[in-house]
T-cell receptor
């Protein structure tokens, strides 16, 4: 158990809908990262927050947005969902935001868009 | 452009033997590398790391070797156990400023009893 929690574990929805994925980092970790893993793909970095502020942005679509709240939990919002958005979404956290800082991953949310 | 490459999508090894997972990188500025292990339906778990000032780092059955001149690193698991069956990801810090870690696509290790 990494100490990072993600809810829900599974999500099934229809195209065009909007969903929110939630992540609680490990106690004491200030930085949160979101990743997408599609079938046969590696982990694609989406976005990073540090202490409530956006720190780095990767391959995140404009239909997706995220935020980190004062209690350090984070939410990833996916809207106007398409079939291709079906994937595993992982949240990770680390103490500091620095490059190479070891990240600890949550169990993921499996999203299926029908 | 894939900066971290794991060219073997899968590997099968007999229980008790050595598993060697390989990773190549393209950017000589990378100075720190990490290996993650992932079981189905779980998130990746940090396994071991190595700094570029070293050429070897060992933790129990797991050893990572770094060859900077070849831009190559490898993870050795000795002896391999059925519980080691998982997908292994190699990662390095992103240098472009827009990605904290760059991951390879992973190698699926199957340890056969």
């Amino acid at each position: 158990d990494s100490g990072v929690t993600q809810t829900p574990k599974h999500l099934i929805t229809a195209t065009g809908q909007r969903v929110t994925l939630r992540c609680s980092p490990r106690s004491g970790d200030l930085s949160v990262y979101w990743y997408q893993q599609s079938l046969d793909q590696g982990l694609q970095f989406l976005i990073q927050y540090y202490n409530g502020e956006e720190r780095a942005k990767g391959n995140i679509l404009e239909r997706f947005s995220a935020q980190q709240f004062p209690d350090l939990h984070s939410e990833l919002n996916l809207s106007s969902l398409e079939l291709g958005d079906s994937a595993l979404y992982f949240c990770a956290s680390s103490v500091q935001p620095g490059e190479g800082e070891t990240q600890y991953f949550g169990p993921g949310t499996r999203l299926l868009v029908l | 452009d894939q900066q971290v490459k794991q060219n073997s999508p899968s590997l099968s090894v007999q229980e008790g033997r050595i598993s060697i997972l390989n990773c190549d990188y393209t950017n000589s500025m990378f100075d720190y590398f990490l290996w993650y292990k992932k079981y189905p339906a779980e998130g990746p778990t940090f396994l071991i790391s190595i700094s570029s000032i070293k050429d070897k780092n060992e933790d129990g059955r797991f050893t990572v070797f770094l060859n900077k001149s070849a831009k190559h690193l490898s993870l050795h698991i000795v002896p391999s156990q059925p519980g080691d069956s998982a997908v292994y990801f190699c990662a390095a810090p992103g240098l472009s400023g827009n990605t904290p870690l760059v991951f390879g696509k992973g190698t699926r290790l199957s340890v056969i009893a």
